[in-house]
C-alpha cells in the first residue's frame, strides 16, 4: 500500500510539472498569436485575424483536455489509497467542478456563439481564465502535494524523493 501510494504521488507530481511546461509553451504560443493578430486587425485583414483567434482558443483548451484525461486516474488512486482529510476531498473536487465548467464555457463560447450571432464573440475574461486556469491549476497540484508530504510519516517522503 506504501509502494502504491509513492508511486502515485511520483507519478501526479511529474504529470504536474508536465503539464505545467506544457501549458507554458501553449501560453508562449498564444501570446504569438495574439502578437498576429494585432497586426493583422491593423492591416485590417479581420477574417485571418479572427481565424488566428480562434485557433489561440483552441489552444487554451488542450492543456484542460489533457489534464482532465491525464490526472483523473491518478486523482481516482490518490483518493483511494490516501486518508485524506475531508478538506482536501473538497479541493479535488472542486477542481474537476471548475474544470468541467471551464470546458462547457469553452464550448458554448466556440460552438454555441457563433450560430446565434454569426462569429465568435470572445469574452475577455473567459478568454483569460483558459489561458491562465492550465497554468495555476499544475501549481495548485504540486503546492498541495507538497503541503500533504510534509505532513505524512517520513517514509512516504523518503520513497517519494527517491524516486
Same mark, same amino acid.
Given at each position: 500500500m506504501l509502494d502504491t501510494l509513492a508511486i502515485s504521488l511520483a507519478a501526479l507530481v511529474v504529470l504536474a510539472f508536465s503539464v505545467l511546461v506544457a501549458s507554458l509553451v501553449l501560453l508562449l504560443v498564444q501570446l504569438l498569436i495574439l502578437v498576429l493578430v494585432l497586426v493583422l486587425r491593423l492591416l485590417v485583414l479581420l477574417r485571418l485575424s479572427m481565424a488566428l483567434l480562434l485557433l489561440m482558443v483552441l489552444l487554451s483548451v488542450a492543456p484542460l483536455l489533457m489534464e482532465l484525461v491525464a490526472m483523473a486516474p491518478l486523482w481516482v488512486i490518490l483518493l483511494l489509497a490516501m486518508p485524506l482529510s475531508l478538506a482536501l476531498h473538497w479541493v479535488l473536487l472542486l477542481y474537476f467542478v471548475v474544470m468541467l465548467w471551464a470546458l462547457i464555457q469553452f464550448v458554448e463560447l466556440v $460552438? $454555441?456563439? #457563433?450560430?446565434?450571432?454569426?462569429?465568435?464573440s470572445l469574452v475577455p475574461g473567459l478568454l483569460l481564465l @483558459?489561458?491562465?486556469?492550465? @497554468? $495555476? $491549476? #499544475?501549481l495548485l497540484v504540486l503546492l498541495l502535494l507538497v503541503l500533504w508530504l510534509l505532513v505524512v510519516p517520513s517514509p512516504v517522503l523518503n520513497v517519494v524523493l527517491v524516486l
Open positions: $460552438v $454555441v456563439a #457563433p450560430q446565434f450571432s454569426g462569429r465568435v @483558459l489561458m491562465v486556469w492550465p @497554468l $495555476v $491549476v #499544475p
